[in-house]
């Protein structure tokens, strides 16, 4: 059941309870407490809104950097990831496999916020040996969901 | 002027039922509808993406007639590895300009004028007309709300005469969403074996199956050599609009069937053959996510129909439901066309589906949740009102 309410609220956090509990075709209460236990056990860790701060017309600025870290002494990744993953401007932090160790995403307002928070205090961090910035010029696709196409109207015949 | 510039078989056969509700519907500009019957998802992107490829590299020739034998191929693969048929792509299979077109050729190859065609309703709008048109003698079978409008033994063999040709056996089923189960299919294969009758399958709505496996009449033993299976791409991979069905029978039947398309269809679009490919080998993922969709939906709007006290029985196929509205003392078509006019919601009604649809309507749930929430709140006022003025 956990699998399956999962499913469903990943696409669609607001749906009601009962509402919920019908179209899984399960019991209300047992579905009730499964979401209660993954919200203590931070399998759920939020109910967020996805949003098109273009079409708001909010000026955002995302940048993603690739950060190449030396792991020190009783020092692992997690430790520098936490380093970094603290501050609240940084938005995500992954653990990468390839040419570079993390993948930072950071959200400001302008870029020269974005540009300072990097050079003052990710590149300043002792571990850091480089990093590189990729700017977002434009989003198409976040979190499964088109942003670049208008919603597309019901084109079908009333009656079939 | 004496001649008539029109044959008098098809002047007498009535426009669909449906037909007639759309140009009402047609007209008025914010009514929603639950009357569709296509799915609502967009055709899987690399379904799509295929059929853009094709176009890329100049696949823009007829193909054989029967089809392309890829697609024959393809479509052999995964009729054995769903339920369980095995046929041959090269004498058994012909791909079709949907599953429409394979019922018209069927008919027409194995009808013989006078020969009586078994069909079950409520159900799919074509089947009298088209046997009709094929010189046959369509006699419906009624179903029953009781039997969770299945087709029974007895029922069948109530209206079997010695000019019984073919059974259509519609499930599952358009409008009600009644399915067949295995053990209803055995009853129904020993009657037609033991009378010596073709079956005409339509198995279009197999993949909406819910809480169960689809059954094929085809795979029960004894049977394939008399039956006619046909199928399309249309409801199972949301591919309506690109025309795509294909009809898998013994040769003898098939090659019949295969003349009539070939004089008057040629072959089906080229373009919908390739994108075909990629949809039966590929598209079991995407399939799966949409009957899952389905099937909440399914849930969703059976328990609002019986939160406003209509009966309905559970329905375990396509995507359909079949409420009766007897307790209103009115007719389908009043009731729809009262909704419609009242409540800007429109609802096919059942009688549109033959006869014995009287009573009841076709709920389509095709739909997102919000369209159907939004209609059935409508709806639930409707009924709300018309029982306050009964009172």
């Known amino acids: 059941m956990q699998e399956k309410i999962l499913n469903y609220i990943e696409k669609n956090s607001r749906i009601d309870l009962h509402e919920l509990a019908v ?16 919200e203590q056990e931070h399998v759920i860790c939020g109910y967020h809104t996805l949003i098109n701060w273009d079409k708001a017309g909010i000026d955002k600025v995302t940048a993603m950097i690739e950060v190449r870290v030396t792991p020190q002494r009783g020092m692992g990744f997690d430790k520098v990831a936490r380093r970094i993953y603290n501050y609240p401007e940084v938005n995500s932090v992954y653990l990468i496999s390839g040419g570079f160790d993390f993948m930072v995403i950071i959200e400001g307002r302008t870029l020269r916020e974005v540009a300072e928070f990097v050079s003052q205090k990710l590149s300043a961090l002792d571990s850091v040996l480089s990093t590189k910035t990729n700017f977002i010029l434009k989003k198409y696709k976040d979190h499964g969901t088109i942003m670049a196409d208008a919603p597309k109207e019901d084109e079908r015949v009333g009656v079939s | 002027m004496s001649k008539s510039p029109v044959n008098q078989t098809i002047t007498g056969i009535a426009p669909s039922g449906i037909r007639k509700f759309f140009d009402i ?61 095995s046929y041959d792509p090269k004498t058994e299979v012909m791909v079709t300009v949907g599953g429409s077109e394979a019922i018209d ?30 010189g046959g003698v369509p006699v419906t079978i009624d179903l029953k709300e009781e039997n969770e409008f299945r087709l029974t033994a007895q029922e069948l063999e109530e209206h079997i005469t010695d000019k019984t040709k073919i059974l259509v056996l519609p499930f599952p089923n358009n409008p009600t969403g009644a399915i067949m189960e295995m053990e209803d299919l055995v009853a129904i294969a020993d ?40 199928n399309g791409f249309s409801k199972a991979f949301a591919m309506t ?53 389905y099937d909440g939906r399914r849930r969703y709007l059976l328990e609002r129909l019986r939160g406003m006290g209509l009966s309905c029985f559970e329905p375990f196929g396509a995507f359909y439901m079949f409420p009766s509205i007897k307790e209103f003392g009115m007719t389908s078509d009043e009731f729809a066309t009262r909704l419609l006019e009242a409540k800007k919601v429109a609802i096919v009604p059942g009688t549109a589906f033959g006869a014995c649809g009287e009573g009841f309507l076709r709920i389509s749930y095709a739909y997102s949740i919000e369209s159907l929430k939004t209609a059935l709140d409508r709806m639930e006022e409707f009924v709300t009102e018309l029982r306050n003025q009964k009172q």
């Open chain 2, 25 to 85: 519907v047609a007209e008025m500009k914010d009514a929603i509808s639950l009357g569709v019957g296509e799915p609502d998802f967009d055709t899987p992107w690399r379904v799509r993406d295929e059929a853009i490829y094709s176009l890329e590299q100049g696949r823009t020739f007829y193909t054989s007639n029967a089809g392309l034998f890829e697609l024959k191929e393809a479509i052999c693969g995964y009729l054995d590895r769903k339920y369980k048929l």
């Open chain 2, 191 to 230: 009657v037609i074996a033991r009378h010596d009758i073709y079956v005409l399958t339509d198995e279009i709505y197999s993949e909406l199956t819910y809480g169960t496996e689809h059954v094929s009449i085809a795979s029960l033993p004894g049977t394939k050599e008399r039956t006619v299976y046909i």
């Open chain 1, 23 to 38: 179209i899984l075709g399960e019991d209300e209460t047992a579905v009730m407490n499964t979401l209660e236990e993954m």
């Open chain 2, 105 to 134: 050729l069927a008919f027409r190859a194995m009808l013989d004028p006078g020969d009586e065609v078994l069909i079950p309703q409520p159900s799919y709008v074509s089947y009298v007309p088209c046997a009709t048109l094929a």
């Open chain 2, 241 to 293: 609009g690109w025309r795509l069905g294909y009809v898998c029978a013994p040769e003898e039947i098939l090659e019949q069937m295969l003349k009539i398309h070939q004089f008057a269809i040629m072959c089906a679009p080229t373009t919908s053959q390739y994108a075909g490919v990629e949809a039966v080998k590929h598209c079991d993922k995407e399939v799966a996510a949409m009957r899952e969709e």
